[in-house]
C-alpha cells in the first residue's frame, strides 16, 4: 500500500537518528501500512522553508531534533510544555502547535519502573535542553528538586527560566559536594559525560564517595550502562538507562499524531537492537 500518511523527524544532520525505525515498527506491528515515518535533513538556514515543504505535502506532524529544537519555537504554536522546556520536539501540521514530550516521556518511564517522585528529593545534574525537560516533570510530579552543573551560571538560568514560564519555585542550586550530603533518593544525569565514545567518564567525581542505596537515572542510552550507573550499582543502588525515555518520548508523538497508542516494549526493543548492532560496526 502507498503510504498516504506521512509524519517524521527534521534534523541536521538526520541520519543517526532512531525514530525512523522505531516508529515505522510501531506502524508495521500495528498493521497501520497507510503510514510513513521519514528522515530530513534540513540544514539550519533553510530551516522555514524546511518546514514549508512537509506541511505542503500533507505530512501530518514530525519531531523536531537537533539543531531546530529551539529555532523552530518561532514559527509554530509552543504550548505551555514546549515554552518551559524552551525547544519543541513535536509539531502536530492540523493544529500547527509545537510540543515537548521529553518531561513527560522522562516521568512516563520512572513511573514504569515504579520510582517514587512525589516528595522524594531528586537531584539533578546538568543544565542544558535536557535538564530543562527534567526538572520540569520532577517538579511537576511534585518532586523536591537540587540541581548541580558545571557551570553555575547556566544552571542559575534554568531556575529563573522555569519560574518565569512555569511559575516554578522552590529549586535549588548545589555543588556536587553539598549534594553528596543532601540525602536524595533519585539522581538523573543529564549531562552528556558518559556518553559513548567517553565511555568511562561520569558526572560523579571518584574522589567523592557515592552515597549507597540510591537509584540513578541516566539519560545516556549509549553504552547501555554508564559508568555513573556501575558506581550506583557498586553501592547497593539501582540504575536505569535513557533507552526507555527516549521510548516513550517518541510514543507520545506516535499517539498524538494517530490517536493510537504505540507498542512501547517493541519500540524499545527495535531502539535496543539498532544500537546493538551499531556498536558492532
Ligand atoms: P542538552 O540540550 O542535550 O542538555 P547541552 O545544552 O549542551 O545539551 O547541555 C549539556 C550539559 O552537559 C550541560 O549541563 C553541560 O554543562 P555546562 O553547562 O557546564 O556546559 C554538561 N556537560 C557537558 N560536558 C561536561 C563535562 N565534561 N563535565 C561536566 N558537565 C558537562
Same mark, same amino acid.
Given at each position: 500500500?502507498?503510504?498516504?500518511?506521512?509524519?517524521?523527524?527534521?534534523?541536521?544532520?538526520?541520519?543517526?537518528?532512531?525514530?525512523?525505525?522505531?516508529?515505522?515498527?510501531?506502524?508495521?506491528?500495528?498493521?497501520?501500512?497507510?503510514?510513513?515515518?521519514?528522515?530530513?535533513?534540513?540544514?539550519?538556514?533553510?530551516?522555514?522553508?524546511?518546514?514549508?515543504?512537509?506541511?505542503?505535502?500533507?505530512?501530518?506532524?514530525?519531531?523536531?531534533?537537533?539543531?531546530?529544537?529551539?529555532?523552530?519555537?518561532?514559527?509554530?504554536?509552543?504550548?505551555?510544555?514546549?515554552?518551559?522546556?524552551?525547544?519543541?520536539?513535536?509539531?502536530?501540521?492540523?493544529?500547527?502547535?509545537?510540543?515537548?514530550?521529553?518531561?513527560?516521556?522522562?516521568?512516563?518511564?520512572?513511573?514504569?519502573?515504579?520510582?517514587?517522585?512525589?516528595?522524594?528529593?531528586?537531584?539533578? =545534574?546538568?543544565?542544558? #535542553?535536557? $535538564?530543562?525537560?527534567?526538572?520540569?516533570? @520532577? /517538579?511537576?510530579? &511534585? %518532586?523536591?528538586?537540587?540541581?548541580?552543573?558545571?557551570?553555575?551560571?547556566?544552571?542559575?538560568?534554568?531556575?529563573?527560566?522555569?519560574?518565569?514560564?512555569?511559575?516554578?519555585?522552590?529549586?535549588?542550586?548545589?555543588?556536587?559536594?553539598?549534594?553528596?550530603?543532601?540525602?536524595?533518593?533519585?539522581?538523573?544525569?543529564?549531562?552528556?559525560?558518559?556518553?559513548?565514545?567517553?565511555?568511562?567518564?561520569?558526572?560523579?567525581?571518584?574522589?567523592?564517595?557515592?552515597?549507597?542505596?540510591?537509584?540513578?537515572?541516566?539519560?545516556?542510552?549509549?553504552?547501555?550502562?554508564?559508568?555513573?550507573?556501575?558506581?550506583? =550499582?557498586?553501592?547497593? #543502588?539501582? $540504575?536505569?538507562?535513557?533507552?526507555?525515555? @527516549? /521510548?516513550?518520548? &517518541? %510514543?507520545?508523538?506516535?499517539?498524538?499524531?494517530?490517536?493510537?497508542?504505540?507498542?512501547?516494549?517493541?519500540?524499545?526493543?527495535?531502539?535496543?537492537?539498532?544500537?546493538?548492532?551499531?556498536?558492532?560496526?
Amino acid at each position: 500500500m502507498v503510504p498516504t500518511k506521512r509524519v517524521g523527524v527534521i534534523g541536521f544532520p538526520v541520519e543517526h537518528s532512531l525514530s525512523p525505525i522505531m516508529h515505522n515498527a510501531a506502524f508495521k506491528a500495528l498493521g497501520m501500512d497507510d503510514w510513513q515515518y521519514d528522515a530530513m535533513s534540513i540544514p539550519p538556514d533553510i530551516l522555514r522553508l524546511g518546514l514549508r515543504e512537509p506541511r505542503d505535502h500533507g505530512y501530518i506532524g514530525i519531531n523536531v531534533t537537533v539543531p531546530h529544537k529551539e529555532a523552530i519555537m518561532e514559527y509554530v504554536r509552543p504550548d505551555e510544555k514546549a515554552r518551559a522546556i524552551g525547544a519543541v520536539n513535536t509539531v502536530d501540521f492540523r493544529s500547527n502547535i509545537g510540543t515537548n514530550t521529553d518531561a513527560d516521556g522522562f516521568i512516563n518511564d520512572l513511573r514504569a519502573h515504579d520510582v517514587s517522585i512525589a516528595g522524594e528529593r531528586v537531584l539533578v =545534574l546538568g543544565a542544558g #535542553g535536557a $535538564a530543562r525537560a527534567a526538572v520540569y516533570g @520532577l /517538579a511537576g510530579a &511534585g %518532586a523536591e528538586v537540587a540541581i548541580v552543573n558545571r557551570t553555575p551560571s547556566r544552571a542559575e538560568a534554568l531556575v529563573r527560566h522555569l519560574h518565569a514560564s512555569a511559575g516554578i519555585d522552590g529549586l535549588r542550586l548545589m555543588t556536587l559536594d553539598e549534594a553528596a550530603g543532601w540525602g536524595m533518593t533519585l539522581i538523573v544525569n543529564c549531562t552528556s559525560v558518559g556518553l559513548h565514545p567517553q565511555v568511562d567518564q561520569s558526572p560523579w567525581s571518584q574522589n567523592l564517595p557515592f552515597p549507597a542505596g540510591r537509584t540513578v537515572y541516566d539519560m545516556v542510552y549509549r553504552p547501555a550502562t554508564t559508568a555513573l550507573m556501575r558506581q550506583c =550499582l557498586a553501592h547497593d #543502588g539501582r $540504575a536505569i538507562g535513557g533507552l526507555g525515555m @527516549l /521510548a516513550r518520548q &517518541g %510514543a507520545i508523538s506516535f499517539e498524538l499524531w494517530t490517536g493510537v497508542a504505540p507498542p512501547i516494549d517493541l519500540m524499545q526493543r527495535v531502539l535496543q537492537d539498532a544500537l546493538e548492532s551499531a556498536h558492532k560496526d
